[in-house]
C-alpha cells in the first residue's frame, strides 16, 4: 500500500525539494477558512442573499474544494505519477479531517454554532471534487 499519508505529506520535501511559496496559497485559505468556520452563529451575514436552502452546504462544499485544490498544488507533476495521486489523496482526507476537527470545534467552542453531519458530509464532497479536479488538470494525460 505505501507508506502512510503523514509520512509523503511532512517528509516529501526531502523526498522531492518544494519551493514553500508554492504552498502559500493553501496556508492563506487555510487561515481564511479557519476564520470563517469559527466564527460565532450571530456573527454570520444575515441577508436575503444568503437566504436560500443548503447555503451553507455550498460554502463548506467550496471552502473544502479550495483547501484541496491550493494544498495540492505543490504535489503535481512533474513528481511520479503514482506519487503524486497518492499524496493528493493523503490531502483529500487530512482536509476532510480538518473539517471533521473544526464541526466539533463549533459545537463545544463557538457560540452559536453547532455540530452538523451534513456538514461534514458537504465536507468530503468538496474535498473529493478538489482531489478530481487536481487530477483532472494536472495528471498524465
Not at 2 to 21: I, N, Q, R, T, V
Not at 38 to 63: C, Q, R
Not at 93 to 101: K, N, P, Q
Amino acid at each position: 500500500m505505501g507508506a502512510p499519508c503523514f509520512f509523503y505529506l511532512f517528509c516529501s520535501h526531502f523526498l522531492f525539494p518544494m519551493k514553500f511559496s508554492l504552498f502559500i496559497p493553501g496556508i492563506i485559505w487555510f487561515i481564511i477558512s479557519t476564520i470563517l468556520l469559527a466564527l460565532p452563529g450571530n456573527d454570520l451575514p444575515k441577508s436575503s442573499f444568503f437566504n436560500f436552502p443548503y447555503f451553507d452546504k455550498i460554502v463548506h462544499f467550496s471552502i473544502f474544494f479550495l483547501l484541496t485544490f491550493f494544498f495540492s498544488l505543490p504535489f503535481t507533476p512533474p513528481r511520479p505519477q503514482q506519487a503524486f495521486k497518492h499524496w493528493i489523496m493523503c490531502i483529500a482526507i487530512s482536509v476532510l479531517a480538518y473539517g471533521v476537527v473544526m464541526e466539533f470545534v463549533q459545537k463545544y467552542f463557538v457560540p452559536g454554532r453547532s455540530f452538523d453531519l451534513f456538514d461534514i458530509l458537504s465536507d468530503g464532497l468538496g474535498s473529493l471534487g478538489g482531489m478530481l479536479a487536481i487530477i483532472k488538470f494536472f495528471g498524465k494525460k
